[in-house]
């Protein structure tokens, strides 16, 4: 027999059992729900500090999913461009035993955001670079084992305004990327994609609002799980200008 028949054989068998034995795709619909607070205080035309507070929930409202504060200094190059570090801390609920328990991740990171407009479109970019020391459970035992890992994100966020009214609410959508590396990520270095479709509004003296849908696309750890979450959103936003500095443009859009 022709040893090439013999190979090509040989090798659609192998082929054909490495496929057979891959694990095939799993996608988990649930819902869940997101609240936050996000604030900036300029303290003059450069420098100012930001804060954030953050609850997520699963199954819609019934079951905390994590809670997260941040904290950062900011310095504004203009109107347009301005960076952002600073340090945040995640409690992620996780399970031991059919319970209930909280995982912890500490977070230092930095970003660059750049504003502009296209006639009525307003448009944010920004590049963040998150560095995770992120805690798991093993098993069944407590957490006891921290990974490090490092998060590179990009965001684009588009505004309109539907209405002459300025008082009235505007269209916005934005879409985020989300990759990871770092020893612990071996089958999912694509983390997340996050798309949020809404209403922006402003509610006067420093104040306003985003709310409506976010699909949140995650792939966990084993590669071939996948997990789709159906977000209802709601963030504030607080900002604070000094008398010298130009009202800032419309809040940038904040999360986990």
Not at 92 to 102: N, P, Q, T, Y
Not at 143 to 156: A, E, H, Q, V
Not at 157 to 182: D, H, I, W
Request: aromatic share 16%.
């Amino acid at each position: 027999m022709n040893m090439k028949i013999v190979f090509v054989f040989l090798c659609s068998l192998i082929t054909g059992s490495v496929i057979g034995q891959s694990p095939k795709k799993q996608v988990n619909d649930q819902s869940q729900s997101w609240f936050s607070v996000n604030s900036t205080f300029r303290l003059n035309e450069k420098w100012g500090v930001v804060g954030d507070l953050h609850i997520r929930r699963s199954n819609f409202m019934a079951d905390p999913n994590f809670y997260f504060v941040r904290a950062g200094a900011g310095y504004w190059f203009n109107k347009q461009l301005n960076f952002v570090a600073g340090y945040a801390h995640m409690w992620l609920a996780s399970a031991k035993k059919g319970e209930r328990v909280f995982v912890n991740e500490d977070r230092l990171y930095g970003q660059l955001a750049y504003s502009t407009k296209l006639g009525k479109l307003a448009l944010l970019h920004r590049f963040r670079n998150e560095h995770r020391w992120k805690e798991s459970v093993v098993g069944d035992d407590l957490p006891n084992k921290t990974g490090f890992s490092t998060r590179l994100r990009y965001l684009i966020s588009l505004t309109y305004p539907v209405f002459k009214n300025p008082n009235l609410p505007q269209a916005c959508l934005a879409n985020e990327v989300l990759v990871q590396f770092g020893k612990p990520i071996v089958n999912n270095t694509f983390d997340q994609l996050r798309l949020f479709a809404g209403i922006r509004q402003t509610l006067g003296r420093g104040w306003s609002f985003d709310c409506g849908y976010m699909m949140l696309y995650q792939q966990r750890a084993s590669g071939y799980q996948y997990d789709r979450n159906h977000t209802f959103r709601l963030f504030f936003y607080y900002t604070l200008n000094p008398k010298p500095v130009a009202p800032a443009p419309a809040p940038e859009y904040e999360d986990e």
